[in-house]
């Protein structure tokens, strides 16, 4: 693999990263909420595995590896189970319509780049290019928390949080140490246990898990 | 620790704690007595330290390890002298009185906590005055905020007011104390934590600082004192604390006030500029009047004291106020007069608030009323009560042979003064000073006069005044104790000329020009003498010669029923009660007082014009509280209720909130 | 020698006013009845009521204490102590060396024995009348102390003896307009403390006007005689006051003996005449609503207050 | 030195960790009671390895693989230690009415808690550290939601998804500080080792340095409690059973606040103090203003208390922000003051709840009439709280304020105090609601436990130490002073 080409693939994925991300403010369906997080799970395994290519180090990859299970496999497995659960598959009325999010979107992608340039003039590489764009992902995953109703669009806002600070560690440093980015990874898994197990409760005692409900505990 | 101040000192504070041990842990029937005498010993043991001080023997000590990140640094000069003898003669009274006001049930006064508490009120007002540094002023002060406090808070399970009260009071004292922590902070972080440090630094201090300082530290103080602005808290916690808490309180607690603002202004902050001292007097002025109406028509009894309070330091503020002015003014010798008179006018109130507290106590605990509309005819009931009630009441009246006359007339000397004013703020500022003293020593007579004709003489107007019985011995002889010193300060008044020389030179004042002749009260500067020891000879031997001459010459007297225009006998019901006594004055002083009336007529139900039955109620409120302090109250429950719409459980709110703050800081970076 | 000199004065001089003070009664009821055209009785009736009222036993009422029978001795004792040291024969020793804030402070203890007797009655009366006194002692007394100021920063000190002596030395300082506007002053005080007219009727018993009689109305025999001797004294210590205080001539400066009796002599026409002057007023002037008595009042206090002004202003 | 005392101080380097670790076990299987006694002799183990790292005198590290404890280790592992000790000490008493499974996973989950604080505080790296945070949000989780009713699902709910959220921010900032440790010549594991990173400073790149320390405060601060970031913590705090909200109020806030002093060396060290100052004195007066405001109109008492610990924390990010070295170490004083007094208040809140059986301030009358000790023990609490003498609250605020001026923010006192008046007033309002006025009729709730004497003699002790701490530190005094000269770097 020409460096080249590894360049151009590196900047596709990141690229697709983006666009899932946007997508998902976009897209009212659960469900393809969903795909569009796996395929996100995928370009961000796409990230690790070339960058660790480049590095030639294959205690990288095996991380790689792991994460993209991790994060395009096991983890829509369980929004679907939770999805499945509930009846009503459209989100109802998000908080700010569709063509204001999109407009937010490309606001925060700006800020997100312009908060990024010591992170691009740190290495000259064609990763730390593409730093910028993980921090975009979390400002999106900020943005689609903070407007949505539905508790898996909670959820999705915090993975997309997640996968945007994962790129970013890969993009910036090729890949965290070892030790720490097991730690992040087990924490990832658990929160989504515990959201996991968090919504099926509040599937017992609210019904419908449209998070107005949750209104009670306020002063 | 062979100096006298020190082991004085000490052994009073080591009595306050053992009270406060056995306060905790003795059995109810033998709580108070031992409490009591503990209390006495340390009250006598602050008098003593006082006393040495007095006489010259400062001390000082240095704990740097107590007070984490700060130490404690105490002293005791001529100042502090004076403040721990008046401190600790009210606590030895205090004392005598709780011995038998306490009672044996361990309820309310003589409850656990109340008696775990009183000790440590009266050790920590001991050591306000001795504290010598910054930080260890600011621990005592509090200390006696909370010690207080919790003492107001002893009758809670009785009177539902005490509940208000102590909020009241537990807010207004530590707004008072973050303005006084802020000033003195900011002083110190100029001019050094120790007090000799901030004396030698000073000088060099900027006067918009030193300005500032002593602004907010006359607002802490003012507000500890009692001040009219600042005073919503002082008749609420007198009237709902018990009696001996209250005269601890009225006569010491609210001297502190004074003894701060002497300390930073004269002391630390060296004299500063005359509009400082034009804005105590002013205070002063304002308290003294608008005090005394208010005392003059309120018919609870402690609340009518509690306000008398605020006015004998309205007084007291004036004369430190004048004070200031003709030492910034460039005229020693009147300056000197001026704090003299206010110094011996706050010992001389705390000897008269202290008694006529304590009697309130002893009427209250006889018949568990303090209304003196329901009051009457304790005179025969409670003879010894009513005798030395009326004692205080003639001093507080500043009425000739009282002590109070003796620090007015030296007010009214210093102001009178002729030809010393220069500037022309002086010399309007004088004469306006005399007739608002004038007029409150006037109301001041009417108000006192009512409180004992309306609340002692005559028949009692209820069951319970008609089921009075007269208070406990050691409950009386407290009374008899407080009645003593006023008698000394009000017949050798020149006994405290040489301690106020005192304490004038460790404020670096010139000493008063007062001659110390025992005999008379003479000064020197202007001519004008007054021997209040010959006055009072002269009264009791004429009134006893005439007494006596009536009923050895005259025939026997004769009881009559009084006059009753002929209809049948007098009922209590037609005697003037406190509300009817102040009706004429509260007419006079209706725009000030502003007092709320509501009549309703209920008609009966078939025609419109037979009455069934008529309600007329009044009440006097207190306008600067109306028009100061509820608007602010008002504003903040407010703002309670438009700040809970910040936390109105949607998750988006508080994600949004996040969001704003990631952006801001994002931003923060961008940005240089 | 001369101490002892001093003190014999001072009594003679209270002895002296103790016997004038009934005559003083008696000009002021004969001058005011001969100009409302009807015959008055003898000068010398005050002095027969006071003889036999001494001999009658005297009564009080079921309920009262103390204060009752306490008040008259203790009124009297005030009078008397101030008519034995304030300057109105001599300013020399004891007799001159009173202090006018004590002198106001004296007569306010007084006043002050007489309304608790009025309360300790039980009876309505008693109350009204106490009340009503100590409301109009209350606003007298501002303007009692704003006149003393006005005098004493003339002379630089409040002792009586030292004003009327400066007065006494340069005439022409007493007719200044601060002394002038202090006497006017101090002319409306007396008669709000000797319960006069404006103020008060002392010869009603009607209840509504009444403040005064109101709360001696209890008393009978030697005690109100004690009472009444001890208002007309009142009225003749600040008669005299009056006098010496804005016409101080004749006053004996030295202890000589032939000057004292001099002095006496002067003392007595000046307040005879003072008393006929005030009886004629009181012809021309009807009794004030009580409510009205402040605002007389507040007069009085603005005239004290610009007698203290213009002392400083002309001084 | 002697093997002896290396061996010790190795030993109370991992037992922090292992002790409460080695108490969750135990949990999984002993019966409750017995578990519950290995829990309290766990937090006494941190206690007693915090007092012996203490001991020993140079402020030297032991670097035993990741573990690492200095001065400011020493002093965060006794607060966590004595709030622990309170904390488990009281939990027998609230599990009393509970199922067996429920008091297991209690007890289990209560000591992973401590595990992860002692982890937090003990580790070198920073990614370590952030660990250890995250998991501690983990594990209080299923504390928060162990009622298992309607509300406190829904503050488990909040409280997870707002601190990952926050946390996920803190990961950022670390991950920013990691990639500026690899551009200046840092590689591995080691890159992001506080030691390291302090070293290395002068070479880090400042802009790259200025968005770390901006995220890190921010995601740092939300686990502090500090405003804007704060609207989980009433919730959590009121919903969580009283041990668990006394340990996270307590400890948990400041150990995420431990974790922004780590970092305010490192930014102070590249940047200089200016970008922090401005940070923390926003974050603090924020706070306070939150705090004071919606404790005007508060109706619930725990809630009451959480606001008072976002107020407190507001102080304590005060103190921080000053950074003149008798403010840090005000600020360290403040932290163990405020955990024992809080911890003491929540469980004294705990029993009240068990007593009244409501939460609202309306429904509690007379408390000191009917319940003497379990009043006295919450209103003297409470005292402390107001920054009342004799306790250590009243030192350590004063320090502040005298570190505000001399550090030229006068102003910024002036409005803190102001709100720190506003709070001190609402709270006395409505503590004298619930403690004054004549006991109520006797309540219909048969089966109202009182406390039991035991309990409150814990809280009674957690209190005197309190007091104590505010008149005399004694042997604490060197352990404070060098903890902050290591934040507030140099003499000053």
Same mark, same amino acid.
């Given at each position: ?219 | ?672 | ?169 340069? =005439? !022409? ?6 002394? *002038?506007?202090?006497? %006017?002053? $101090? @002319?409306?005080?007396? +008669? &709000? ?100 008595? =402040? !605002? ?6 603005? *005239?004290?207050?610009? %007698?203290? $002004? @213009?002392?400083?202003? +002309? &001084? | ?492």
């Amino acid at each position: 693999m020409s460096d080249g080409l590894s360049a151009q693939l590196l900047n596709l994925c990141c690229g697709l990263f983006l666009l899932t991300a946007v997508g998902v403010l976009w897209r009212r369906q659960v469900s393809s909420l969903i795909t569009l997080l796996t395929v996100q799970g995928l370009m961000l395994t796409g990230i690790a595995t070339l960058l660790a290519a480049q590095h030639r180090n294959a205690e990288a990859v095996g991380i790689a590896i792991g994460i993209g299970a991790l994060k395009a496999a096991i983890i829509p497995w369980m929004l679907r189970r939770v999805h499945n659960q509930v009846p009503d598959a459209r989100e109802t009325r998000p908080l700010v319509n569709v063509s204001a999010s999109l407009l937010a979107a490309a606001g925060l992608t700006l800020l997100a780049y312009a908060a990024a340039r010591p992170l691009v003039a740190l290495a000259p590489s064609a990763s730390a290019h593409a730093t910028p764009v993980g921090i975009a992902v979390v400002l999106l995953g900020f943005f689609l928390a903070a407007t949505r109703q539905r508790a898996i669009s909670q959820i999705i806002g915090v993975l997309l949080i997640d996968n945007g600070i994962a790129a970013v560690a890969f993009l910036a440093t090729g890949g965290v140490p070892l030790i720490v980015e097991l730690g992040v990874s087990a924490d990832l898994a658990l929160a989504v246990l515990v959201l996991q197990i968090l919504t099926s409760r509040l599937h017992e005692t609210f019904g419908p898990t449209d998070l107005d409900e949750l209104r009670e505990l306020h002063d | 620790m062979t100096d006298p101040t020190a082991t004085a000192l000490v052994t009073a504070l080591v009595s306050a704690a053992s009270g406060a041990t056995a306060g905790l842990s003795l059995p109810a029937s033998w709580r108070a007595r031992v409490v009591g005498t503990l209390l006495f010993l340390s009250g006598v043991a602050g008098l003593l330290a006082g006393l040495a001080a007095l006489s010259g023997h400062d001390w000082q000590t240095d704990l740097p390890d107590l007070l984490p990140l700060a130490g404690i640094k105490l002293a005791v000069d001529g100042l502090s002298g004076w403040f721990l003898l008046l401190i600790g003669a009210v606590t030895a009274t205090v004392g005598v009185y709780t011995i038998g006001y306490a009672g044996r049930d361990g309820h309310g006064p003589g409850s656990r906590t109340a008696m775990f508490t009183l000790p440590l009120f009266t050790a920590s007002m001991l050591l306000v005055p001795a504290a010598a540094s910054v930080p260890t002023f600011l621990l005592c002060w509090e200390l006696m905020a909370v010690t207080s406090l919790l003492l107001v808070m002893t009758e809670h399970r009785r009177h539902e007011q005490v509940r208000p009260a102590s909020v009241w009071y537990a807010a207004m004292t530590q707004a008072g104390f973050v303005t006084v922590l802020i000033g003195l902070v900011w002083l110190a972080s100029i001019a050094g934590l120790d007090f000799t440090a901030i004396r030698t630094t000073t000088p060099g201090v900027s006067p918009a600082v030193k300005g500032g300082v002593f602004l907010l530290c006359l607002f802490g103080f003012a507000s500890k004192a009692g001040a009219v602005p600042l005073h919503p808290w002082l008749p609420r916690a007198h009237a709902e604390a018990p009696s001996h808490v209250s005269a601890l309180m009225s006569a010491a607690m609210v001297k502190l006030g004074v003894y701060g603002l002497l300390r930073v202004g004269f002391d630390l902050l060296g004299g500063g500029t005359g509009w400082w001292w034009l804005t105590v007097a002013a205070l002063g002025a304002l308290s003294a009047l608008y005090g005394i109406v208010q005392a003059v028509v309120a018919t609870d009894l402690k609340r009518l004291l509690a306000f008398s309070t605020s006015e004998n330091i309205g007084l007291v503020l004036l004369g430190v106020g004048f004070a200031g002015m003709f030492a910034s003014s460039g005229q020693p010798a009147v300056a000197a007069l001026a704090l003299a008179a206010a110094l011996l006018h706050t010992i001389n109130h705390a000897g008269f608030k202290t008694l006529l507290f304590l009697g309130a106590g002893s009427v209250v605990n006889a018949t568990g009323t303090r209304d003196l509309d329901q009051l009457g005819g304790l005179s025969k009931r409670m003879a010894a009560t009513t005798a030395l009630f009326a004692a205080g009441a003639l001093a507080a009246a500043a009425l000739p042979p009282g002590n109070g006359f003796v620090s007015e007339w030296l007010l009214l000397q210093s102001l009178l003064h002729p030809g010393g004013h220069t500037g022309t703020v002086l010399a309007l500022g004088a004469p306006v000073a005399v007739a608002i003293i004038a007029l409150t020593a006037g109301v001041g007579v009417a108000t006192y006069v009512k409180a004992v004709g309306t609340g002692f003489l005559a028949r009692p107007r209820s069951s319970a005044a008609a089921g009075a019985h007269e208070s406990p011995l050691s409950m009386i002889a407290a009374m008899a104790m407080a009645a003593l010193a006023c008698a000394a300060l009000a017949i050798v008044p020149a006994l405290s000329v040489p301690a106020i020389t005192q304490v004038a030179a460790s404020l670096r004042l010139q000493a008063p020009p007062m001659g110390t002749n025992l005999v008379s009260l003479h000064l020197t500067g202007i001519t004008a003498t007054f021997w209040p020891l010959w006055l009072t000879v002269g009264l009791v031997v004429a009134v006893g010669a005439l007494a006596v001459a009536g009923r050895t010459v005259g025939k026997a007297r004769r009881r009559a029923i009084a006059w009753d225009c002929g209809d049948g006998p007098l009922t209590a019901r037609m005697e003037y009660t406190a509300t009817s006594y102040a009706e004429p004055l509260q007419r006079i002083f209706d725009d000030t007082l502003a007092p709320e009336r509501d009549l309703d007529v209920t008609h009966e139900e078939e025609s419109a014009y037979h009455i069934d039955a008529i309600r007329y109620r009044q009440r006097i409120p207190d306008r600067i509280e109306n028009r100061l302090y509820r608007p602010l109250i008002v504003a903040i429950a407010r703002l309670g209720e438009a700040a809970r719409r910040l936390a109105p459980g949607v998750m988006h709110r508080y994600l949004a909130y996040m969001l704003t703050a990631l952006i801001v800081v994002l931003v923060a970076g961008v940005i240089r | 020698m001369t101490e002892l000199m001093a003190w014999l004065i001072a009594a003679a001089q209270a002895l002296l006013l103790a016997l004038l003070a009934p005559v003083v009664m008696g000009v002021t009821k004969t001058v005011r009845a001969r100009l409302e055209g009807r015959a008055s009785g003898r000068v010398g009736q005050p002095w027969r009521d006071l003889r036999k009222l001494l001999r009658k036993p005297p009564t009080s009422p079921t309920d009262s204490g103390i204060f009752f029978t306490a008040a008259p001795p203790m009124l009297m004792a005030t009078s008397l102590i101030v008519a034995a040291t304030a300057p109105f024969i001599t300013t020399v020793g004891v007799a001159g060396s009173a202090d006018l804030i004590v002198v106001v402070g004296v007569l306010l203890l007084g006043t002050v024995a007489l309304t608790l007797a009025g309360l300790d009655t039980g009876t309505a009366f008693g109350g009204m009348g106490s009340s009503r006194e100590m409301t109009i002692a209350a606003l007298v007394e501002p303007t009692l102390l704003l006149s003393v100021f006005a005098l004493s920063a003339r002379v630089g000190s409040t002792n009586l003896g030292a004003i009327v002596n400066a007065g006494n030395a340069d =005439p !022409e300082a007493v007719f200044t307009p601060a002394s *002038l506007l202090a006497f %006017a002053a $101090l @002319a409306i005080a007396t +008669l &709000a403390e000797t319960a006069r007219i404006p103020v008060d009727n002392p010869s009603t018993h009607l209840e509504l006007t009444m403040v005064h009689e109101a709360m001696i109305l209890e008393y009978s025999g030697r005690d109100l005689a004690l009472i009444e001797w001890a208002s007309a004294m009142r009225l003749t210590i600040l008669l005299g006051l009056l006098a010496n205080l804005f016409a101080p001539w004749g006053i004996a400066t030295t202890i000589s003996l032939a000057w004292v009796v001099a002095g006496a002599g002067f003392f007595i026409v000046k307040v005879l005449g003072l008393a006929a002057v005030l009886a004629a007023g009181e012809v021309f002037v009807a009794k004030l609503r009580l409510f009205r008595v =402040p !605002e007389l009042l507040a007069g009085s206090f603005a *005239l004290a207050l610009l %007698a203290v $002004l @213009a002392s400083y202003v +002309l &001084a | 030195m002697t093997p002896t005392f290396e061996t010790a101080t190795t030993l109370a380097l991992y037992t922090p960790a292992a002790a409460p670790f080695l108490a969750s076990l135990i949990a999984l299987i002993l019966p409750w009671r017995a578990a519950a006694i290995a829990g309290i002799l766990a937090a006494t183990a941190i206690l007693a390895s915090g007092i012996t790292l203490a001991a020993d005198t140079q402020p030297s590290t032991y670097a035993a693989g990741l573990l690492r404890a200095d001065a400011l280790t020493a002093w965060m592992l006794i607060a966590i230690g004595a709030v622990a000790a309170i904390a488990c000490s009281a939990a027998p008493a609230h599990l009393r009415t509970e199922s067996t499974a429920e008091r297991r996973r209690y007890l289990v989950l209560a000591q992973l808690f401590l595990t992860c604080m002692s982890l937090a505080v003990l580790a070198d790296n920073l990614g370590l550290l952030w660990v250890a945070v995250e998991a501690t949000t983990i594990v209080t989780a299923f504390l928060v939601g162990h009622r298992r009713t309607r509300a406190s699902v829904e503050a488990a709910w909040k409280y997870v998804v707002l601190c990952s959220v926050g946390i996920a921010i803190a990961f950022l900032g670390t991950v920013c500080v990691y990639a500026a440790s690899i551009a200046a010549g840092g590689h591995g594991i080691t890159a992001l080792d506080w030691t390291h990173l302090n070293a290395s400073a002068s070479t880090l790149d400042p802009g790259l340095m200025r968005l770390a320390t901006g995220l890190v405060l921010l995601g740092f601060g939300t686990k502090a409690g500090l405003a804007p970031m704060h609207s989980w913590l009433p919730d959590a705090h009121s919903q969580a059973p009283a041990p668990v909200s006394a340990l996270m109020s307590g400890v948990l806030l400041s150990v995420a606040f431990y974790a922004i002093l780590r970092y305010k060396t490192i930014t102070d060290a590249v940047l200089g103090p200016t970008y922090t100052r401005t940070l923390l004195l926003i974050a603090a007066l924020a706070s306070l203003a939150v705090a004071a405001t919606l404790l005007i109109a508060q109706r619930n008492y725990k809630r009451l208390l959480a606001y008072s610990s976002i107020e407190h924390m507001g102080l304590i990010a005060l103190g921080t922000a000053f950074g003149v070295k008798i403010a840090i170490a005000a600020a360290l004083l403040h932290i163990l003051g405020h955990g024992l007094t809080k911890a003491v208040a929540f469980c004294a809140a705990g029993h009240i709840m068990q007593t009244t059986g409501s939460p609202d301030i309306d429904n509690v009358h007379g408390l000191a009439a009917r319940q003497p000790a379990l009043a006295a023990t919450f209103g003297i609490s409470l005292i402390s709280l107001l920054g009342l003498p004799p306790f250590s609250l009243f030192a350590s605020e004063l320090a502040i304020a005298r570190a505000g001026f001399d550090a030229g923010h006068g102003w910024a006192v002036a409005i803190a105090f102001t709100l720190i008046l506003v709070a001190f007033a609402a709270i006395a309002r409505h503590a004298t609601a619930m403690l004054l006025g004549p006991p109520p009729p006797p309540s219909p709730r048969p089966n109202s436990p009182s406390p039991r004497p035991a309990g409150l003699t814990i809280l009674a002790v957690g209190l005197a130490a309190a007091a104590a701490l505010g008149v005399y530190l004694g042997p604490l005094e060197q352990l404070l002073d060098a903890a902050a000269t290591i934040v507030a770097g140099g003499p000053r």
